[in-house]
């Protein structure tokens, strides 16, 4: 069926059967489920997992990164427990107002200026991070005061409580009449 066709056969619905449709749509859209491992289906106790071992990363990273969550929480306003630097900033509400506020605020305790799309260039701040790092690291290195190459260990990133977004209001579907068809007119004859 081609588009043309599609349309006015969608234009011709009742409102039941466009309803109809969009179940359908969404039933099959719908993921499959996932089944249960069979340890969880013979009804035996879950397995703990260990937690992860720190790993090492340099100090002067851990430093930078800690200085922009700080950053970005206190632009952003959110809570520790709801952050995580390996989640995209898009996920907390990031946009052109709040980066140009965050580059602001770090041009101001780093001296150093990075435009306001940086942040829409990298999927999270530990991203950012190394990309600072990677281009302003003697500044980032003057404004920390850290020296040396040690390493530290760091617990792994806890996962940030989801992002409640706030879905947009549904709209009704209305089928709307179908065009009347059209009347051959006549021109009169001349008289």
Do not use: W
């Not at 969404?26 to 996932?34: D, G, I, K, L, T």
């Not at 009804?43 to 851990?62: D, F, M, S």
Request: without cysteine; hydrophobic residues 50%.
């Amino acid at each position: 069926m081609n588009m043309r066709a599609d349309a006015t056969a969608i234009e011709e619905m009742s409102p039941e059967q466009a309803l109809a449709m969009i179940e359908r749509m969404q039933r099959e859209a719908a993921p499959a489920p996932v089944p249960a491992p069979a340890a969880a289906i013979a009804g035996a106790a879950p397995v703990a997992r260990a937690p992860a071992p720190p790993a090492r990363r340099a100090r002067l990273e851990v430093a930078l990164e800690d200085a922009l969550t700080q950053l970005v929480m206190d632009v952003l306003k959110l809570e520790p427990g709801d952050f995580s630097p390996t989640r995209s900033l898009m996920d907390y509400g990031m946009d052109s107002i709040s980066s140009t506020e965050i580059g602001n605020r770090f041009t101001a305790r780093f001296d150093i200026v990075i435009p306001p799309t940086v942040f829409f260039e990298f999927q999270d701040l530990r991203g950012l991070t190394r990309y600072l790092l990677k281009n302003h690291e003697a500044d980032v290195r003057r404004v920390l005061d850290i020296h040396g190459d040690d390493s530290v260990d760091v617990a792994p990133v806890p996962e940030a409580a989801p992002v409640r977004a706030v879905a947009p209001a549904a709209q009704p579907v209305v089928a709307r009449p179908a065009a009347p068809a059209a009347v051959p007119v006549t021109a009169p004859a001349p008289a």
